[in-house]
């Protein structure tokens, strides 16, 4: 008899799963789905790093092993993207590594800090990443209602004072997947100041920090001074390139935090195939009118989808940021929550979106939707919730003895 496996029972049902088992169950039928749920881009990587992975590649040492903590020039061109776009100085020996993806960062980051029973400050809703990579890794997670990023600061710092361990690590994420809250520079120094205060081990997630549409472009923790005795950042080529499938990432910062995760990686892989590596540096070391596009793109389907949901009866706040819009359900919808509504919107509708649930308890209410189709796609999911809402309103009203009398 096989016994139950320890870490698999500390993970719950994966709530995309329900979602993602419908979906597919609906195309079999030959449904057309819009599919607004997994933050997958759908533009093409730019062609010069397309072409520079064909003559990297080309090489017959390329399918080599290659560096686990990643090839010195891309850790290199790590290092300047973060000098031309934030103007901190980084070591690319000691204060970069290359991930593959930022998931596989945190998620390795977890295991390199985390003891068995570390209490971890984390956001919630979040990307699940944050959460079940500590819980993964043994720790005990606190999670904090973060509705606004003031809020989640004043009740991290409430959670540690009423805590009877000393919490060790404070998560970070903005701009927020799945919220797209943004923040601005004074929120990373009150963040910093308390985790100096406390002692914690701060682990910063910007992996859309190319993706902003009205302020000013978000800042880095590490432009704090002296972040980096505390502080490590996670950041992605993933949405800023078009390069979701590539898998390549980086955590820059702290250098005894980086080194603990370049010690983990040593023992698990031998870094991404090099021809990635090296088109991964023509990327930030080319020319950027490539991510100016990219981010235009997302800035436009966000204004479509705005405007054709609210013609449709939804009203969604305008995203600041990232590539996704946390939408509040629709009225008539309310009561049912999050999951309900999703599978609801693919029976009904055809569109499929993710479930606020999805990304915790304080994530009921919402749902995420990802800017991944196009705007003539994005009005004709407009028009199929504008049918369902319709639908929906006309039952309500025909329930309801005083309306329909």
Wanted: glycine content about 8%; proline content about 7%.
């Amino acid at each position: 008899m096989i016994p139950d496996f320890h870490r698999i029972n500390l993970l719950p049902p994966y709530v995309f799963e329900e979602v993602n088992k419908l979906k597919a169950r609906l195309r079999r039928e030959g449904v057309d789905i819009i599919d607004f749920g997994m933050g997958n881009p759908d533009m093409p990587t730019p062609s010069h790093i397309i072409d520079k992975l064909l003559e990297t590649a080309r090489d017959p040492k390329a399918g080599r092993y290659s560096a686990s903590k990643g090839i010195l020039g891309l850790r290199r061109a790590m290092a300047g993207y973060y000098q031309r776009r934030f103007d901190v100085t980084l070591d690319p020996e000691t204060e970069v590594v290359a991930t593959l993806g930022s998931k596989e960062g945190f998620a390795n980051l977890a295991q390199a800090l985390t003891a068995p029973g570390d209490e971890i400050i984390c956001p919630n809703p979040a990307y699940p990443i944050h959460a079940y990579g500590f819980i993964m890794a043994g720790g005990v997670i606190r999670h904090i209602p973060a509705l606004s990023p003031e809020a989640y600061l004043s009740g991290a710092s409430r959670a540690i004072a009423s805590s009877s361990a000393r919490p060790t690590v404070l998560i970070l994420s903005y701009p927020s997947n799945p919220t797209a809250q943004w923040v601005d520079l004074d929120f990373y120094k009150d963040a910093v100041a308390l985790a100096r205060k406390h002692e914690l081990l701060v682990l910063s997630d910007i992996a859309y920090s190319e993706i902003y549409f009205e302020n000013n472009p978000p800042p880095s923790v590490l432009q704090v001074e002296g972040a980096r005795d505390l502080a490590v950042e996670v950041n992605s080529l993933s949405k800023t390139y078009a390069m979701a499938g590539w898998r390549v990432g980086m955590v820059v910062g702290n250098a005894r935090l980086c080194a603990a995760l370049a010690r983990i990686k040593s023992y698990l892989d031998y870094g991404a195939y090099t021809p990635i590596q090296v088109a991964a540096t023509a990327a930030l070391n080319g020319p950027q009118d490539c991510v100016d596009e990219i981010r235009g793109i997302y800035k436009s389907r966000r204004d479509v989808l705005v405007s054709s949901m609210a013609r449709a009866g939804w009203q969604i706040p305008s995203p600041p940021a990232s590539m996704f819009a946390w939408a509040p359900l629709p009225e008539p919808f309310k009561a049912q929550g999050s999951m309900v509504f999703a599978k609801r919107l693919i029976e009904e509708a055809g569109v499929a979106v993710s479930p606020g649930v999805a990304f915790g308890e304080y994530g009921e209410g919402f749902v995420r939707i990802g800017l991944v189709e196009n705007e003539h796609r994005i009005r004709q999911a407009a028009r199929n919730v504008k049918r369902l809402l319709d639908k929906e309103i006309g039952a309500v009203n025909a329930a309801d003895p005083v309306v329909a009398g």
